[in-house]
T-cell receptor, first 115, second 110 residues
């Protein structure tokens, strides 16, 4: 596997379900990100992890819970979501050196539909 | 509130023409600038980055940066129908987060 991978690619879940999105980067990067992209809207930054530590939580509702067990893996745990949470969820990674980040590379995304 | 602005388009150009995509940003301390291409239903793909004032060329793509004017552009020469996509401008300031613009939709007409 190369680059940034995400699973599943598509997910349909009910409002009472619990599911998790997985992201893995094979680029040797140490910073990972979750973004939400809704139709006709710009990318919304959700969470940032640098060296496995969460450095940004962009006022995201608690029904979204991130987890970063190591620099290569990132999860987004979902529970009791709302229909407006339906969107494309994108994972990205970059290399962080003394506060400077290189360009971000994106995974293919998970298309989430909440029914 | 740091902002990145782009004309949402659609920008329509005939095949073989030059497409010019523009982006302005509000954070004067921004250091790194990126252009991503996003096809419908797909994830953003990095196509260019630029750090210094002036032009940077890569194949049919040229990125232009003017920090004094807080302006970055992307030129696509010899546009092809396969270039039809949404182009996202992203800006980064050291120690802070990437900020993305809303994207410009480009349509290259055969």
């Amino acid at each position: 596997e190369t680059g940034v991978t995400q699973t599943p690619r598509h997910l349909v879940m009910g409002m009472t379900n619990k599911k998790s999105l997985k992201c893995e980067q094979h680029l040797g990067h140490n910073a990972m990100y979750w973004y939400k992209q809704s139709a006709k809207k710009p990318l919304e930054l959700m969470f940032v992890y640098n060296f496995k530590e969460q450095t940004e939580n962009n006022s995201v509702p608690s029904r979204f819970s991130p987890e970063c067990p190591n620099s290569s893996h990132l999860f987004l745990h979902l529970h009791t979501l709302q229909p407006e949470d339906s969107a494309l969820y994108l994972c990205a990674s970059s290399q962080s050196r003394t506060g400077q980040n290189t360009e971000q590379y994106f995974g293919p995304g998970t298309r989430l539909t909440v029914t | 509130q740091k902002e990145v602005e782009q004309n949402s388009g659609p920008l329509s150009v005939p095949e073989g023409a030059i497409a010019s995509l523009n982006c302005t940003y509000s954070d004067r301390g921004s250091q790194s600038f990126f252009w991503y291409r996003q096809y419908s239903g797909k994830s953003p793909e990095l196509i260019m980055f630029i750090y210094s004032n002036g032009d940077k060329e890569d194949g049919r793509f040229t990125a232009q940066l003017n920090k004094a004017s807080q302006y970055v552009s992307l030129l696509i020469r010899d546009s092809q129908p396969s270039d039809s996509a949404t182009y996202l401008c992203a800006v980064y300031n050291y120690g802070q987060n990437f900020v993305f613009g809303p994207g410009t939709r480009l349509s290259v007409l055969p």
